[in-house]
């Protein structure tokens, strides 16, 4: 069986469905396929926008809601037929009316919980996979849509839920062998065991993909999306971007770890840990190879596998003449940010100890750094800690590669063409893996900076 998930970009209006269409009845003539889909492109955050809006007791929603509606009156009326047997337009109808009163009831309230905000961004992908099952079935290839949230089993943490890896493995072998035709499958949601809604993560559909292929022992997980394949570095900022033909799973994850937003961090370990491969590709360029993401490490003429980035960062510099001495000073000011529960995305310090340089999103900076002030009051009070300097406006770029390990010459080369070109770095961190170099740069730097080391790397 092949697993073929279609991300947001690829069911964005009904043209769009229709190419996932022959691609689709192609495979299916070729043996067993199962679907996985994301909601229509903008639809998560439409719904993410509905619910502020209206815990905000502002009527702007109903304008989101308006929206949605005629986005998916329209990809029914141009892909489900007259004679639809499946009552697919009554259902749109009813999860239509059924988002509306929820919102009515969140805006009565004022008040949308992360449970509730779970049950509001569902509706994304409940109101894709209907329609698009609809479709296929009116082309002549069979489909039924299948509610994940019958087999993928999350503990309760809302937002990004944590899954039963056997309980859901078991659930998902169990629903799908009871369907007649092909699965089409929502992506990104799942239920507690007390079947309260819940969402994997942004970008989750990956992740979904990947249990459904381990559970079923898939021979491959496709992930289809707009792009050929995962790039040397983000195509939107560097022209000369090639497509990457093999990964090792631990690339794939340190590239989108640090930006590379075509996968999606962790989500493909269920199946590539099972040897399955992963491959990413096209649905506007179906011919096109792709990208095929396996456990171990490929044969690569290059020293580096690829360029990520990542944006909207702040930098903390934690630093003073008396932080020599002071026990534990690390742990205080990890354990400090972690209670604050702030993401911790780069580290640096210097052997000297008199400095510990972090890196967080720009987004929390402000409370990372009341939580620091609150457990370094002594420390800052009597001058042993200086006050923290915080930079916001800033990126992290991360080159990755397995061949760089063992590599002499790799950050000699990266810094002196950066240094050469001008731009300034502002910290550097090397994991002790040796398969990654990442430093921070200032935001109006990236593009230079992305091609500048682009150019070093893969000019030859
Ligand atoms: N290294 C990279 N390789 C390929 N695409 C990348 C890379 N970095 C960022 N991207 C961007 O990721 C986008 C695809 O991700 P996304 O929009 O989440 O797709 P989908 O909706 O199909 O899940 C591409 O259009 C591309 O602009
Ligand atoms: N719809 C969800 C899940 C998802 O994976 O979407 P996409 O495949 O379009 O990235 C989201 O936007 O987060």
Redesign the pocket.
Known sequence: MRVMK?????VADADRIRAVGEIVCQAAQEGPVALVF?AM?GVTNSLLEAADLAQDGQGAYRDILRDLRSRHEQVVRELVPPGDTGGTADLVENLLEELSELLHGVSLVRECSPRTRDLVVSFGERLSCPVIAAYLTSRGTPAEWVDAREMIVTDENHGSALVKSSRTSQAIAGRLHGVTGIPVITGFIAATPQGVTTTLGR?G??YTAALVGAAMAASAVEI????D????????YVEK?FVIPDLSLQEAME?SYF????IHPYTMIPSVERHIPLWIKNTLNPGARGTRITRESPETDHTIT?I?SIENVALINVQGGGMLGIPGIASRVFGALARAEVNVIMISQASSEHSICLCVRETELHRACEFLRQELRPELESRRIEQFEEQPSLEIIAVIGAMMRGHPGIAGKLFSALGDSGLNVLAIAQGSSEMNISFVINREDRKAALNVVHDAFFSE
């Open positions: 279609f991300g947001g970009s690829s994301s492109k970008n559909s990956d289809w999306t707009d792009v394949g995962v790039m040397s570095a983000d195509p939107r971007a590239l930006g590379a937003e075509v690829g990520a």
